[in-house]
């Protein structure tokens, strides 16, 4: 049973130390998002990283239609990994999307988890009387009909020429085999549930230490959707990187890095 | 020879057929060439430093490149052909096909980012009639699965519910046979009638039956030694064609492996070589002959006899159909050909067929080849 479901998120356990660190990424990618800034916790902390199934190298044929229709589906799914582990003092690291499903998760099993770490985290993206999501619905359904274009010629698409990287040869081949190469009638499913959701409900219900990392300028979650997670997380901290786009992460790792250590810390 | 062009690096980027833009990590522009601006409708100084790449993209296009685009550009250092919508200055959206590479210095540390765009308008449409085509296919493939599924229950259905009624019909016209007068001529006709008519009904239910049973087994796929399974049931086919003072030969030769399931090879041959034996010709000693040979990806098995024949300008799209019948004087479902093909294909093998009436029946059975370690 653990090994299964360990195979079917594709999950890797890295790094050593007493308290873990769950990263789980965002719509659109896998866990290899994470690579340029993992490295600075392996010494401290055991890393965990996960794909969510329907992405990555995660177990395609686990993907269910009706358990992946809400974000419930991907809770459960990281309660599981994190019991198979057995883990106990983990902070959840969730990129955007993953966010909310971090949020749910602690929401769950208070007893496991210490702190929440949301990178540019939205709990709607469609805006609302009152609320500035961003998107409206036709935005969301011009992307899903933009999928089709950009999966058209997926597996061509998918395999592009690899850029040399002679420091590091191995990153290159594995680029290469498989990169954010997520299958296009999930993808399309995966991004409904994403673009669809609401979570506003539960930012109230979170009852952890939570960072929440946001860029100044985002067009995916713009800084009034942080300040709002900021101001219904009780207790929350929200730190604002001076850098732009929704990937913190890779954009700007150090700086990312280090308002992670920083709140790790206290 | 001196050319009488002199290259001008400038004049070659504003002018290429493609927009280029040279932006900063964050995307921030700060070079594009004039055909850029051409079909975007900006002046330059409305862009230099001015704009981001995303700001020339749909709400659409933003996300995908925030959730996609820019995380393969960062770790592959490269992104090619990721289509999006360029929104002109007049708000009108062109189609376009973007590649984008990161340039950086010694040290690893991004520069620049070079971007190339390539109007596809004309090849858009064509795009969209391809989503089109293939959505509708999807669609068709789902419906017609289900429709597949739905014609199975019902034969399943069929030759369960038939089964019980025709066996109470044999079980009672035994019974009553027995009360009628054995001397009338008319009712003995009659009685031998029915007979037949009972048998050939169980033989369809059989044949119904036999066929659903086929598709319900996943062929096995495992490596066989052809020369054994063909050496096995020769004596038996031997045995039945001596019985009709016939000849049969089966030409082994080298050793020769196939991929498939070993019931399904058995069956197969024993349902060819069967109907070779089962539709002989009164008119000569049969004779049949068994020939295997490699080709490159396939083994192939010939089965030839010189038996009653099939006259296919008339069957020809018929010999592998279900319940067809090309010799009305002898029992048979009309079920072993169709049978016996969807057995080859479901190993992923080929089966043709040859025949002239009076004159003989050729089968080639193409399977695939095993390894031969």
Known sequence: MNEQVLKRNNVKVIGKGEKTLVFIHGYGCDQSMWRLITPAFEENYQVVLLDLVGCGKSDEKAYDYDKYSTLQGYTDDLLEVCEALELKNVTLVGHSISGNISIL????????????????????????????GGFDQTDIDDLIEALDSNYLGWSKAISPVIMGNPEKPELALELEESFCDNNPQIAKHFAKVTFFCDNRKDLEKVDIKTLIIQCAEDNLAALTVGEFVHSKITGSELTVLNTNGHCPHLSNPNETIQAMKQFLLY | MESKFKINYEELYNTAPCGYICSQPDGKIIEVNNRFLEFTGYKRAEVIERKNIVDFLTKAGNIQYDSSFVVILKLQGAVREFSFFFVRKDQTRIPVLVNSVEIKNKIGESLFIQTTVFDISQRKNFENQLIIARNKSAKLT????????????????????????????????????????????????????????????????????????????????????????????????????????????????????????????????????????????????????????????????????????????????????????????????????????????????????????????????????????
């Open chain 2, 142 to 373: 789902e419906e017609l699965l289900e429709l597949n599924k739905e014609l199975e229950s019902f034969a399943h259905i069929a030759a369960h519910d038939l089964k019980a009624p025709i066996l109470d019909i044999e079980g009672h016209f035994e019974y009553i046979q027995d009360k009628l007068p054995s001397d009338n001529q008319e009712t003995t006709e009659s009685v031998k009638y029915i007979h037949e008519s009972i048998k050939q009904f169980k033989n369809t239910i059989e044949g119904l039956t036999a066929a659903l049973r086929i598709k319900s087994i996943q062929a096995t796929s495992e490596r066989l030694d052809l020369n054994k399974i063909i050496a096995d049931l020769s004596p038996k086919f031997l045995a039945k064609v001596l019985a009709l003072k016939g000849t049969y030969e089966a030409d082994l030769g080298e050793r020769l492996i196939v991929q498939g399931s070993e019931v399904f090879v058995r069956s197969v041959l024993q349902n060819i070589v069967g109907n070779s034996i089962k539709y002989h010709s009164d008119q000569r000693p049969l004779k049949i002959q068994v020939i295997c040979k490699a080709e490159r990806d396939f083994i192939c098995i010939t089965v030839k006899d010189n038996g009653e024949g099939i006259d296919l300008e008339l069957y020809k799209d018929k010999v592998f159909g279900k319940f067809n019948r090309f010799n009305s004087t002898l029992e048979g479902s009309g079920m072993g050909l169709h049978i016996t093909k969807k057995m080859v294909e479901q190993m992923n093998g080929k089966i043709y067929l040859e025949s002239k009436l009076n004159e003989g029946t050729s089968i080639l059975i193409k399977l695939r080849k095993g390894d031969e370690t």
């Open chain 1, 105 to 132: 998760a602690s929401i769950i099993r208070k007893d496991i988890f210490d702190n929440l770490i949301l990178i540019c985290p939205s709990p709607r993206f469609i805006n609302t009387k009152n609320y500035h």
